[in-house]
């Protein structure tokens, strides 16, 4: 079992819809939680981090986390082409490392 | 803004050359790190680095591998004979504190060409 999975892509969606991104991590000791994005050819970009159970809102984007489920979520509104990215879900590794781990990633398109 | 910088931002080395990639963290921030991206293939772990020291490393980071912070400002990672699976873009990051809390940001990355 990967350590952080998340479904490759490409996730298309019209400009102005929502997009939802979707990572599970198997780690149950993780207490950090992390959404990137990647633009090619450029590095990671930290858009969100989320630490508790529920949700968090940062102007269009919500990240959502349930501990139980193992589950982290992204929630893109009102998306735009510039959006059209890889997004990457990091994880804290945990029992006391200081690492993150990052899943493979979600190509995310936005067309007009 | 605040930002990690690295140099050079793309090397090409023969094999079996050494290789030393610099980094100059966020200047407040205590955590520093090395990740490495293999073209098309995820952010793998390399390296981290707390108060002059190795806190973590990954299966990657074998003994051709070394981390330094010369002075009080720059981080280095030197690869001390490279081979042509070392050819990837590496990051440095930092973070204020250890990842229970904190934030790692990533500095532009420094893409590495072994021929």
């Known amino acids: 079992q990967k350590e952080v999975e998340q479904n490759s892509g490409p996730l298309s969606v019209p400009e102005g819809a929502i997009a939802s991104l979707n990572c599970t991590y198997s780690?149950?000791?993780?207490?950090?939680f992390f959404w990137y994005r990647q633009y090619s050819g450029k590095s990671p970009e930290l858009i969100m981090s989320?630490?508790?159970?529920g949700d968090k809102e940062d102007g269009r984007f919500t990240a959502q986390l349930n501990k139980a489920s193992q589950y982290v979520s992204l929630l893109i509104r009102d998306s735009q082409p510039s959006d059209s990215a890889t997004y990457l879900c990091?994880?804290?590794?945990?029992?006391?490392?200081?690492?993150?781990?990052f899943g493979a990633g979600t190509r995310l398109a936005v067309h007009p | 803004e605040p930002e990690v910088t690295q140099t050079p931002s793309h090397q090409v080395t023969q094999m079996g050359q050494e290789v030393i990639l610099r980094c100059v963290p966020i200047?407040?921030?205590?955590?520093f790190y090395w990740y490495r991206q293999i073209l098309g293939q995820k952010v793998e772990f390399l390296v981290s680095?707390?108060?002059?020291?190795?806190?973590?490393k990954s299966e990657i980071f074998d003994d051709q591998f070394s981390v330094e912070r010369p002075d009080g400002s720059n981080f280095t990672l030197k690869i001390r004979s490279t081979k042509l699976e070392d050819s990837a873009m590496y990051f440095c990051?930092?973070?204020?504190?250890?990842?229970?809390?904190?934030?790692?940001?990533f500095g532009e990355g420094s893409r590495l060409t072994v021929l």
């Open positions: 990051a930092s973070s204020e504190r250890d990842t229970k809390s904190g934030e790692l940001f």
């Open positions: 780690d149950r000791g993780s207490q950090s």
């Open positions: 989320i630490y508790s159970n």
């Open positions: 990091a994880v804290n590794r945990g029992g006391g490392y200081n690492k993150l781990i």
């Open positions: 200047s407040n921030h205590l955590y």
């Open positions: 680095f707390y108060n002059n020291e190795i806190s973590e």
